[in-house]
């Protein structure tokens, strides 16, 4: 099983990107899928989730501004991020956590300038 991520790029301020995690092969037993966000010489950190009781929770930097999303045809998450700032600059990565093993895409990297 592969994550790909995709739809990071070059954006301004205010402006919105849709980033997805496409899924290669069968995943079973999923409990969560998650992003995790890089910025240049930071730790990687939690920027939302999608359990699979139907709850999605957000970090308090980007409640209100992203939202996860998934849609299991095409076995794809995704991350609508609206209203962002140059500090939501970062390598963006996808993360399906499972009762077996933890998946992780390669990331995709998202510039907002000011």
């Known amino acids: 099983v592969q994550l790909q991520a995709s739809g990071g790029g070059l954006v301004q301020a205010g402006g919105s990107l849709r980033l997805s995690c496409a899924a290669s092969g069968r995943i079973i037993g999923i409990r969560a899928m998650r992003w995790y966000r890089q910025a240049p010489g930071k730790e990687r950190e939690w920027v939302a989730a999608l359990m699979m009781n139907g709850i999605n929770n957000y970090a308090d930097s980007v409640k209100g501004r992203f939202n996860i999303s998934r849609d299991r045809a095409k076995k794809t998450m995704y991350l609508q991020m609206n209203s962002l700032e140059p500090r939501d600059t970062a390598v963006y990565y996808c993360?399906?956590?499972?009762?077996?093993?933890?998946?992780w895409g390669q990331g995709t990297l998202v510039t907002v300038s000011s």
């Open positions: 993360n399906i956590d499972t009762v077996y093993e933890n998946y």
